[in-house]
């Protein structure tokens, strides 16, 4: 069976669109994949990484005011179509997936032009703007959060699944992750991570943290600053750990992690903003967490994310404009000092989690392209 993917803009679309494509290869040696995206998205370079054959259309988001940018927007919308059109005859898919961000809008509809199923996978508790807009013609629209289901009312093609991501990262060997460190196995570890791209906020935040760490002992912090941060963050950390040489061996700093799954596998707690697929990995490992939403996010996705997990007792949330490195010490501090409530809170995490998220997808996927 052939299945297209679409999804980009962000990790957060891109990853769970990753994890279905694995899952469908490994489910059949005649399976294929195609994954459509854009030139400049982040999908471009993560997914040709993946090594799956990616083809691109030229389209760009819309602005939430009327503006001249709009009118542009919706000219490459409907090139857009024409170019997924083109590709969509040529390599003839059973079935397409939308994993999220405006790629998505054009190829799916085109899909639905030529009369091909299509799904869409809604990652956040709010769905997106490109998400709502395909809802009116999917087949399927598949749920990572059961809170979901009250902005998709008119619609009775909802199921239930989680985050794809999750699948992969239960699979995930902790060893390999504290190795990829040069860690000693069960290192206690806390991750401290701001998204695909990093978070401003978090790395100050941490960065003035630091000499506050020898107070945490027997714990390996790994910090991951984003791409675009880290010289800035290397040198400033330096200065600090020049004059704090204890802490120097409880931290190491990363620009990103390519294996984010093994890491996670290994820690036993993690500080991170709140985007979909971390809760989803976060959830199905059963890890407390330490939330610090977006605020920069469409409709404050982020923070109900997080809220999700915190009313379930699985996670402490701390709003970016109440962060300071002493709150955060303090929550870090709190849960540290305290294991019994480091496992109850991961007890809470795991019950939320969906680790068969990915096959119930794929055999959903079968199941609307044999109909």
């Given amino acids: 069976m052939k299945l297209v993917l679409s999804g980009g803009g962000t990790g957060g679309h891109v990853y769970p669109a990753l994890a279905v494509a694995q899952e469908w290869l490994r489910q059949s040696p005649e399976n294929q994949i195609l994954y459509i995206g854009t030139e400049k998205g982040l999908e471009n370079a993560i997914v040709k990484k993946a090594g799956l054959p990616f083809e691109t259309i030229d389209v760009q988001g819309f602005k939430r005011s009327l503006s001249l940018y709009n009118l542009q927007t919706i000219q490459r919308f409907v090139r857009g179509v024409r170019d997924a059109k083109r590709l969509l005859r040529s390599f003839r898919p059973d079935v397409v997936l939308g994993t999220g961000g405006y790629v998505a809008g054009p190829v799916l509809y085109a899909a639905h032009r030529l009369k091909i199923p299509i799904a ?18 999917a087949d399927l629209i598949a749920l990572s959060f059961a809170e979901t289901e009250r902005h998709f009312r008119k619609s009775a093609n909802l199921l239930l699944t989680g985050n794809p991501r999750a699948s992969e990262v239960v699979q995930a060997d902790p060893r390999k992750g504290w190795a990829s460190l040069s860690l000693p196995p069960g290192t206690r570890l806390v991750l401290v991570v701001g998204g695909s791209r990093g978070a401003k906020a978090i790395n100050e935040t941490f960065l003035a943290m630091i000499p506050q760490l020898a107070a945490l002992p027997d714990v390996h912090f790994v910090y991951v600053t984003g791409e675009v941060h880290y010289e800035t963050i290397r040198r400033q950390a330096e200065q600090q750990l020049s004059l704090n040489p204890s802490v120097r061996k409880k931290l190491t700093i990363l620009p990103f992690l390519d294996n984010m799954p093994e890491v996670l596998a290994a820690a036993i707690l993690v ?7 971390m809760l989803s ?15 920069y996010v469409t409709n404050n996705h982020q923070e109900k994310n997080a809220r999700w997990l915190t ?19 303090e929550e ?5 000092h305290h294991p019994e409530r480091l496992q109850a809170m991961g007890r809470s995490a795991k019950k939320l989690g969906h680790p068969d998220a990915c096959q119930k997808l794929c055999r959903t996927l079968i199941e609307i392209a044999r109909r």
């Fill in 120 to 137: 869409i996978h809604e990652q956040n508790v709010v769905p997106g703007l490109t998400n709502r807009f395909l809802s009116r013609y």
């Fill in 332 to 336: 870090l501090a709190g849960l540290l």
């Fill in 271 to 277: 500080v991170s903003r709140a985007g979909a697929t």
């Fill in 281 to 295: 990995e976060i959830t199905a490992l059963g890890l407390p967490s330490i939330l610090i939403p977006s605020p």
């Fill in 311 to 329: 009313d379930s007792g699985a996670s402490v949330m701390i709003r970016e404009k109440d962060l300071s490195a002493q709150l955060l010490f």
